[in-house]
């Protein structure tokens, strides 16, 4: 069973852009969230956090944003960067254990 | 600050085949957890231990995969016999437990990884 779903395979953006990165999930008891960003052949590092409690979390140019009602949350990337390249991980979990994670959006940023 | 360490980062083996692979975590981590990734997909949790008990072993396919974390340090993750559906990349994960009392984000740290490949 797919607990996080990202249905976007992949995104291409160019440079400078905002960059939204979608993931849906449907267990209601998850109560924290997670984004990672992957470069190939390395580990996942990373990136955001977000907890049921809130809406919203910032860090620089990353944003989460986290809809409960709609089991929603995406990432938002302003402005993009050709850095920024790599493949993003949503996870979710509930108590701080068993993080379940989606299958993951490949970005593209343009020059 | 030492991360996680991983090996071997690559291994071929044919099926029916036995592979061990190693997992140390960062330093202070009492949880830790393996996951699989196959090609495309996102990582699937295996095995959580917490010190050197398992938290949550469901999706461990125990007919062929087993793990311990027996000083509740280092882990071994071993698949015997293989088979060619097991060639993924294995993760190793670790972080605080959220009874720790330290305030942290609640992000598990990754290593690189074991790619293996199954013949």
């Known amino acids: 069973d797919q607990q996080v779903k990202q249905n976007s395979p992949s995104l291409s953006v160019q440079e400078g852009r905002i960059s939204i990165l979608n993931c849906d999930y449907t267990n209601s008891m998850f109560d924290y969230f997670l984004w990672y960003k992957k470069y190939p052949a390395e580990g996942p590092t990373f990136l955001i956090s977000i907890s049921s409690i809130k809406d919203k979390n910032e860090d620089g140019r990353f944003t989460v944003f986290l809809n409960k009602s709609a089991k929603h949350l995406s990432l938002h990337i302003v402005p993009s960067q050709p850095g920024d390249s790599a493949v993003y991980f949503c996870a979710a979990g509930y108590n701080f254990n068993k993080f379940y994670f989606g299958s993951g959006t490949k970005l593209n940023v343009k020059p | ?119």
Do not use: M
């Not at chain 2, 295996?46 to 000083?71: C, H, M, T, Y």
């Open chain 2, 1 to 119: 600050e030492a991360g996680v360490a991983q090996s071997p980062r690559y291994k071929i083996i044919e099926k029916r085949q036995s592979v061990a692979f190693w997992c140390n975590p960062i330093s202070g981590h009492a949880t830790l957890y393996w996951y699989q990734q196959i090609l495309g997909q996102g990582p699937k949790l295996l095995i959580q231990f917490q010190n050197n008990g398992v938290v949550d072993d469901s999706q461990l396919p125990k007919d062929r995969f087993s793990a311990e974390r027996l000083k509740g340090v280092d882990s071994t993750l071993k698949i015997q016999p293989a088979k060619l559906e097991d060639s993924a990349v294995y993760l190793c994960a670790s972080s605080f437990p959220r009874t720790s009392g330290r305030a942290n984000t609640g992000e598990l740290f990754f290593g690189e990884g074991s790619r293996l490949t199954v013949l």
